[in-house]
């Protein structure tokens, strides 16, 4: 199903949660021409390429300011220095900004069901609760939770707009994604190196937090011209689509009928995402054991590994940032490849299981705690530690997509965009996990 479809590589982020459209890029040709000319070709030469830009500085937005919180330990490290949790406030980063993320996303698609998906948020309240954080970074280490309900707003309202029009638009907020976790490790390393250590924590934070307030202004005001687009505006109204559940009747008047069809259909709902989840249960549990591995370790534990070389930690743990972001983009795009595709639940159950290898691994690198104690390390080798992060990385990407994929091929066309709410759901919930599971591994 592969052969007709170019990809649009992009750079994958660790945290990112994946979309639950992520999957109609990888439709059959006859399906993705259902969802590619709901506008004919005339109108779709109207578009100007700002649109796709702005959307792709939505994917930015969505994920740099997490990055800049799990890469910025250095800053955060002093601001926490001498305090309980001088050794420990990664574990509580994360596990505030997962648990917030669940509990908002939650809340919001239960409003969102009750109202029979009415709910319209527009992104510019939580662009702008994330523009005030980034605008007084000295006390963003207590606003986690803050951004990641923002966070969840930006993510529902946006992925529910895009679902609505071209893949194109899509791609391009997973593309911002993936640039935003990459870019952030990226910079992380060249200041490391650039900088000596007294200037490094100081000048690196602030570009962090910069980075990200300018990000976030650029998508604010993207999202006003956006709405001023005739092109935009043309798009929403041909590509709107229905979602309710078409119910039939004989009998009864017509306000009776109306009645009976809202209360049957939100029913229906409720049987359908019951059905759905039992039927992806295979699904559910790969896509949550993957991230309870992969935040139980990374970055909790992973920043405490020192090199057995004596390079610089700040330069180290800033490769092992970039390293891990690289590989993770590597695995996502594996299954394009025919050799690389798994749609066995039970095959993705135990490959998903096998990561758990990783968690002695790790332990045996060179951690800090060993090193102070003079202990030697199992794996006592840069080299091998790089590697253990890359497929740690690789398998993270490549599971992931692998679930989003085959998920939805195991149910009607009908059911798939509730496979993909249903799945994201739960990736949200394997990230809380994980976040809560990294005071375990400590």
């Given at each position: 199903m592969f052969k007709k479809w170019k990809p649009s590589?992009?750079?994958?982020?660790?945290?990112?949660?994946?979309?639950?459209?992520?999957?109609?890029?990888?439709?059959?040709?006859?399906?993705?021409?259902?969802?590619?000319?709901r506008l004919n070709n005339q109108q779709q030469k109207q578009f100007p390429l700002l649109?796709?830009?702005i959307y792709f500085a939505y994917g930015i937005a969505m994920l740099l300011p997490w990055n800049v919180f799990i890469t910025a330990s250095g800053y955060f490290s002093t601001r926490f220095a001498g305090s309980i949790y001088q050794d420990n406030f990664q574990n509580y980063f994360s596990a505030y900004f997962n648990c917030s993320n669940l509990i908002s996303l939650a809340v919001l698609l239960f409003i969102r069901q009750k109202k029979n998906n009415a709910l319209k948020i527009d992104i510019v309240?939580?662009?702008?609760?994330?523009?005030?954080?980034?605008?007084?970074?000295?006390?963003?280490?207590?606003?986690?939770?803050?951004?990641?309900?923002?966070?969840?707003?930006?993510?529902?309202?946006?992925?529910?707009?895009?679902?609505?029009?071209?893949?194109?638009?899509?791609?391009?907020?997973?593309?911002?994604?993936?640039?935003?976790?990459?870019?952030?490790?990226?910079?992380?390393?060249?200041t490391t190196l650039l900088f000596k250590n007294?200037?490094?924590?100081?000048?690196?934070?602030?570009?962090?937090?910069?980075?990200?307030?300018?990000?976030?202004?650029?998508?604010?005001?993207?999202?006003?011209?956006?709405?001023?687009?005739?092109?935009y505006q043309l798009m929403v109204r041909h590509s709107t689509v229905d979602t309710s559940i078409p119910m039939t009747f004989t009998a009864g008047n017509a306000e009776e009928q109306s009645t009976?069809?809202?209360?049957?259909?939100?029913?229906?709902?409720?049987?359908?995402?019951?059905?759905?989840?039992?039927?992806?249960?295979?699904?559910?549990?790969?896509i949550v054991y993957i991230y309870i591995i992969t935040l139980a370790l990374f970055p909790s534990l992973t920043v405490f590994v020192r090199s057995v070389n004596g390079i610089n930690s700040a330069t180290f743990i800033s490769l092992h940032f970039l390293l891990f972001n690289i590989g993770d983009w590597i695995g996502r795009t594996l299954p394009i490849f025919t050799c690389c595709q798994v749609y066995s639940s039970k095959a993705l159950i135990y490959i998903s299981i096998a990561r758990t290898l990783f968690v002695?691994?790790?332990?045996?690198?060179?951690?800090?705690?060993?090193?102070?104690?003079?202990?030697?390390?199992?794996?006592?080798?840069?080299?091998?530690?790089?590697?253990?992060?890359?497929?740690?990385?690789?398998?993270?990407?490549?599971?992931?997509?692998?679930?989003?994929?085959?998920?939805?091929?195991?149910?009607?066309?009908?059911?798939?965009p509730l496979v993909g709410s249903v799945i994201s759901f739960f990736l949200v919930v394997g990230l809380a996990l994980g976040g809560l599971s990294s005071f375990i591994f400590k």
């Open positions: 590589f992009s750079f994958s982020v660790a945290y990112s949660p994946v979309n639950e459209t992520q999957h109609e890029s990888l439709l059959e040709p006859e399906e993705q021409n259902d969802i590619d000319f649109i796709y830009w309240i939580p662009l702008s609760i994330n523009l005030a954080i980034f605008s007084f970074f000295s006390v963003s280490s207590l606003a986690t939770p803050n951004e990641s309900t923002a966070v969840s707003i930006i993510q529902l309202t946006v992925l529910a707009e895009t679902s609505q029009l071209l893949p194109k638009y899509m791609q391009a907020v997973m593309s911002g994604q993936g640039i935003a976790g990459v870019s952030v490790a990226l910079f992380s390393l060249l007294q200037q490094l924590d100081v000048i690196a934070t602030f570009y962090y937090f910069i980075s990200a307030l300018l990000v976030t202004l650029i998508a604010l005001i993207g999202r006003f011209a956006l709405h001023r687009q005739p092109a009976t069809t809202l209360s049957r259909t939100s029913t229906s709902k409720n049987a359908m995402y019951d059905i759905i989840t039992k039927k992806s249960s295979g699904y559910i549990f790969t002695p691994l790790l332990f045996n690198c060179n951690l800090e705690q060993q090193q102070q104690q003079q202990q030697q390390p199992l794996l006592n080798s840069d080299m091998l530690y790089f590697i253990v992060i890359l497929v740690f990385a690789i398998s993270n990407g490549w599971l992931t997509s692998l679930v989003f994929i085959a998920a939805p091929s195991h149910v009607s066309h009908d059911e798939k």
